[in-house]
């Protein structure tokens, strides 16, 4: 088989004949790979490479493999190390809260990452935020010791507090809001007698001057009342302290208050009777004394 070099060759100049690779050193072409389709090309020498131009093996050009490669070292890509599973194995390790290992499939292997951070691991770190912390968990609470959320010890609280009911001891406090309008006996409030034995009633009636009872016409009256319960079911109660703004009725008054004491759940019951078909917005603020 000719040869056929070409003329006038610069040292490095490389030249392939058939399955053999040439190069000129300055004074001969001399064979420096071969190449065969049927064979495996093992290359003996164990030096290792630092370099593209260094190594048992150097390719001046691309390399296109189609099957897997297997390194033994570390693969480098523009001078600097490559990332991979093994060396990512070998570098990374887990901390406080973060528990690393290393998962084998059948077709893959990968690393997981778990975090295991409890609420007091984090607070260990650290136990201020300026982030709203919202509380989904809608347990109710019937003790100290129960509830969506249960402290231990004290509570400082520098703003404003807002609770359905409040409870200290063997008091409560509870708050509620009814709107009417019309002259019916209207149930405004009620409590389990066997929890609380007395209650005290702070009671606020806004009436007419609009939906939100803005406009002049509007009235008001503020009222206090005293309700306790017997063992036999009967409830005791006095009303005092009214004021009021010019209401309809009897001494100014915006309507009348009635209470009961029902046998079948043992709940006392507090009732309104307005005194005239108006809008009326009425808050009920109750503090309650445990049986």
Known sequence: MALNFPP????GDQWTVGTKLYQWNGDAWLVVSQASAA?????????????????????VGGVGIGGDL?????????????????????????GTDINITTVNTASITYLRFDNTSTLQSVTGRGFTTTNKI????????????????????????????????LRIADSIFDSTLIT???????????????????????????????????????????????????????????????????GVGSGGSLGAFTSDLSLIDNTARLYFSASAATNKTIKVLRTGMAS
């Open 134 to 165: 919202n509380v989904t968990n809608i347990t109710e609470s019937t003790n100290t010791t129960t509830g969506a959320v249960t402290i231990a010890g004290g509570l400082g609280v520098g703003k404003r507090v807002n609770c359905e009911s």
């Open 180 to 246: 009417v309008n019309n002259t019916a006996s209207v149930l405004i409030d009620s409590f389990l007698a066997s929890d609380f034995r007395s209650a005290k009633y702070f009671i606020q009636i806004s009436s007419g001057g609009g939906a939100n009872h803005t406009a002049s016409t509007a009235t008001f009256q503020a009222v206090e009342l005293i309700l306790i319960t017997d063992n036999v079911g009967t409830v005791y109660s006095t009303e005092y302290g009214l004021v009021s703004t010019g």
């Open 39 to 59: 064979s495996t090309l093992i290359v003996t020498s164990s030096t290792n490479a630092t370099s593209t131009n260094t190594g048992a093996l150097q390719v």
């Open 70 to 94: 297997w390194i033994g070292g570390t693969l480098y890509s523009n001078n600097a190390p490559v990332l991979t599973t093994s060396t990512l194995n070998a570098s990374i390790f887990g």
């Open 8 to 11: 006038n060759p610069a040292p």
